[in-house]
T-cell receptor, first 114, second 114 residues
Framework: DPKIIQKPKYLVAVTGSEKILICEQY?????MYWYRQSAKKPLEFMFS???????DNQTASSRFQPQSSKKNHLDLQITALKPDDSATYFC?????????????FGAGTRLSVL | GEQVEQLPSILRVQEGSSASINCSYE??????FPWYKQEPGENPKLIID?????ERKQIQELIVLLDKKAKRFSLHITDTQPGDSAMYFC?????????????FGAGTKLTIKP
């Protein structure tokens, strides 16, 4: 029974389009994150949120915008998609935004941009 | 920011033997070092971690060593089994409440040969 739900599991998009990756966690955690994994850069940190506030952004492009409508939600909107955006996007959470809290990862959304 | 180097990238060992993965980091302020295991098609999961107040930690067949002076840490899997075949990621972070960012190594693909 997954406690971090990511939707969809697989996503195919055309270049230039916009997609939203969904993440909900039911662990009662206060911190949520997005990581990206590709052949070029395994497990690359993107964003961290704590109590729905952005704490850290290591994504150079403004095409990636996290959205937190509820404390246990952190969606990722990606605009003007490029083939280089193809990767698996992992949502994660931890009890608090303290780097010594265990990170729990969702199953990931595998995005392919054609 | 922190940089974590992980070697080797590919490791093949005979079932029953030991496997070792080595990581080094740059930021002397890093004080927490988790290891994650990712099986094919699955999400990364924490398997063991060590904090800077320790030099050695063991959980069953997993042993982690930390050399703070050399800024190196390592994972040793003794008596390897087929179920140990997976990607392994080391990571390093500094406790910095409210601004968590764990930096991952590039990963080691471990294959256990029967």
């Amino acid at each position: 029974d997954p406690k971090i739900i990511q939707k969809p599991k697989y996503l195919v998009a055309v270049t230039g389009s916009e997609k939203i990756l969904i993440c909900e966690q039911y662990l009662g955690h206060n911190a949520m994150y997005w990581y990206r994994q590709s052949a070029k850069k395994p497990l690359e940190f993107m964003f961290s949120y704590s109590y729905q506030k952005l704490m850290d952004n290591q994504t150079a492009s403004s095409r990636f915008q996290p959205q937190s409508s509820k404390k246990n939600h952190l969606d990722l909107q990606i605009t003007a998609l490029k083939p280089d955006d193809s990767a698996t996007y992992f949502c994660a959470s931890s009890q608090e935004a303290n780097s010594q809290n265990t990170l729990y990862f969702g199953a990931g959304t595998r995005l392919s941009v054609l | 920011g922190e940089q974590v180097e992980q070697l080797p990238s590919i490791l093949r060992v005979q079932e029953g033997s030991s496997a070792s993965i080595n990581c080094s980091y740059e930021d002397s302020a890093s004080n927490y070092f988790p290891w994650y295991k990712q099986e094919p098609g699955e999400n990364p999961k924490l398997i063991i971690d060590i904090r800077s107040n320790m030099e050695r930690k063991q959980i069953q067949e997993l042993i982690v060593l930390l050399d703070k002076k050399a800024k190196r840490f390592s994972l040793h899997i003794t008596d390897t089994q087929p179920g140990d075949s997976a990607m392994y990621f080391c990571a390093a972070s500094e406790e910095n409440y409210g601004n968590e960012k764990i930096t991952f190594g590039a990963g080691t693909k471990l294959t256990i040969k029967p």
